[in-house]
């Protein structure tokens, strides 16, 4: 839902955004009708995947390097500079361990909630968080925010009320030295909110003001802000991150990744959830890929569990007709108002 309510956002800055689409309190993308863009499509992804590993890291980081592979095949429009040479890479031979590439976008940390909200094993969680994130990006800043948001999303799930500080103690624990400078900015954010800051306040604090990059560094601290600002609240929190301007789609998936694990389904507007038009990642295939990772977890070992499938051409097809829809929206911006 985050995705898709700041999708149409992406890339205009919090001055421009309201006057150019008003507020992101309802879907503005297609006759006010909302669709996914690579967040969810990757976090899908990582859940189908996580399907097949049955808790085997080398068998997820082998079963999400084939899909990813098929997903780049699909013409994906938006799709970010590290995954497409990760994809490629991978086309080419390169073995999933070494196709990712030295970058520290935030890609790793758009697919990252899913890991939290569906792995109680603190140990195999990171584990594949790690290799989720090095399929696509070597750097480690980049693995450093994904393993923050799974921790998080994690925390969402398991607590009633959030301890930011407990929080953080598991984050500072995961990322060890590598982390210093993510944690240092996840320190500010906690102290931010406690101040009582407003999240487009602490972007600006960061010299954000004309929105939040793709950069982890300065994604997933603001993240973590609207999260702690509204842990409970997922309307408020993704609006309120959507409004900060820049990655927004990305920005809004990752806050709803987290508060969605806390508060659940039905926790979500519904005219959200009614709102959102897709094919063939439906919602009522994304609710049964939900349940299939569930039974996953839970099953005997007598049961199998697959994951659900999609028509690639059916996709093929879908991603034509997004592709002209984001090119009218960014045509639209070539018009007033600035």
Known sequence: MGDALGLPYEGVSPQRAPRLLGPPDRYRFLLGRGMISDDTEHTCMVAQSLIDARGDVDVFTKRFASRLRWWILALPAGVGKATARAGIRLWLGVKPQNAGVFSAGNGPSMRAAIFGAAIDD???MLEMVRASSRLTHSDPKAECGAIAVALAAKHSRDHETVDANLWLDHVVNAVGDDGVELTDLLRKAVLSTRA????????????????????????VPVAIHAWLSHPKDFRQSVTTIIRCGGDADTTAAIVGGIVGAGVGCGGVPEEWIDGLWEWPRSVTWMRSLGESLADSIDEKPITVTKAPSINPLGVLVRNLLFLLVVLFHGFRRLAPPY
């Open 122 to 124: 603190v140990k195999l």
């Open 196 to 219: 009582g800051e407003s999240t487009p306040d602490f972007t600006q604090a960061l010299g954000l003001a004309k929105g939040v990059t793709g950069y982890t560094y300065h994604t």
